[in-house]
Every structure is written in structure tokens, then in C-alpha cells.
């Protein structure tokens, strides 16, 4: 299986990716992969810099690839998740439009 997405590019917009208690106590732990303090967190919470984790992707492809695959199976669960309602019989005219 071939990565779709070459170099590996992560999005860590989510705040769940900054470690806001070391933040605060001014105690950045150290980056898993490189051992130099880090704000950011992984997937997983643990310390790890942005460009380290997606180095360490470049140099495990078959990893990239799966983690690629989780990735769009829980964006494509997200949506199934977001269909518009059908209005029907049974609505109780929670769906009635103002005249």
C-alpha cells in the first residue's frame, strides 16, 4: 500500500496537541524522538515536535499508510455521523417551516 500523501504532512491545529501544563509550569518535557524540549504532543499525549513526527513518517512509509487509513475512517464516521435529518410523518413538526 502506497501513502497517498507524500511527505507525510500532519495537521496539529487541535489544541489536544499542545501541552498546555508545561506551559503553564514552564516545563516543556522532552521530545520523544529527538530529546529537545517540546510544547507539542502526539496522537498519543506524548512530547514530540511537529517536524520530528513527521520525519520519523518519512522514514516508516508502511506507518504513514496506516495512519493515513485511520485518519479518513474517522473523518468519513465524523460525517456519516452529520446527515441532514429527513423530514417525515413522524417529525412531531420539529421541521415545520414559518408561514
Do not use: N
Not at 522532552?30 to 512530547?47: F, R
Not at 515536535?49 to 475512517?73: I, L, M, N, S, T
Amino acid at each position: 500500500m502506497s501513502p497517498a500523501v507524500w511527505p507525510p504532512a500532519l495537521d496539529w491545529k487541535s489544541a489536544a496537541h499542545w501541552d498546555y501544563d508545561a506551559e503553564e509550569t514552564g516545563a516543556p518535557r522532552p521530545c520523544v524522538l529527538c530529546g529537545k524540549p517540546s510544547l507539542l504532543l502526539s496522537e498519543k499525549g506524548e512530547p514530540c515536535h511537529k517536524v520530528c513526527a513527521e520525519g520519523w513518517f518519512e522514514q516508516h512509509p508502511e506507518a504513514w499508510a496506516v495512519y493515513e487509513a485511520q485518519r479518513d475512517r474517522k473523518k468519513t464516521t465524523a460525517q456519516e455521523v452529520l446527515v441532514e435529518p429527513v423530514i417525515g410523518s413522524d417529525d412531531s413538526g420539529l421541521f415545520e417551516t414559518a408561514a
